[in-house]
Nanobody
Framework: QVQLVESGGDLVQAGGSLRLSCVAS????????MGWYRQAPGKARELVAG???????DYPDSVKGRFASTRDNAENMVFLQMNSLKPEDTAVYFC??????????????WGQGTQVTVSS
């Protein structure tokens, strides 16, 4: 069994910064991909940032230059540094990973989500 646990969501004023963290635990052989999605009320879930075997994903234009994702492979962690936050960044942020283990192969896993609220 694999679990992803996020932390770091909070209420912040526009222009502020937050750093989200996610740690994967359990039966892990290889993390093929690890990153962040977000879902705002009434909107579809969108990929914000991530890193896989092939490299980093492109940041959407809405966050480019403000958000940066990093990974600590030794600790099975991924981080999302968010700067110059805007009210439109308000969303639930989900950690996502595609993880391989010997028993079940490669599967997708999601964290429970962490709320980021940016006030104007």
């Amino acid at each position: 069994q694999v679990q992803l646990v996020e932390s770091g969501g909070d209420l912040v004023q526009a222009g502020g910064s937050l750093r989200l963290s996610c740690v994967a635990s359990g039966s892990i052989v290889t993390i093929n991909f690890m990153g962040w999605y977000r879902q705002a009320p009434g909107k579809a879930r969108e990929l914000v940032a991530g890193r896989g075997i092939g490299g980093d994903t492109d940041y959407p234009d809405s966050v480019k230059g403000r958000f940066a994702s990093t990974r600590d492979n030794a600790e099975n962690m991924v981080f999302l540094q968010m700067n110059s936050l805007k009210p439109e960044d308000t969303a639930v942020y989900f950690c996502y990973a595609n993880i391989y283990n010997y028993k079940t192969g490669s599967n997708d896993y999601w964290g429970q989500g962490t709320q980021v609220t940016v006030s104007s």
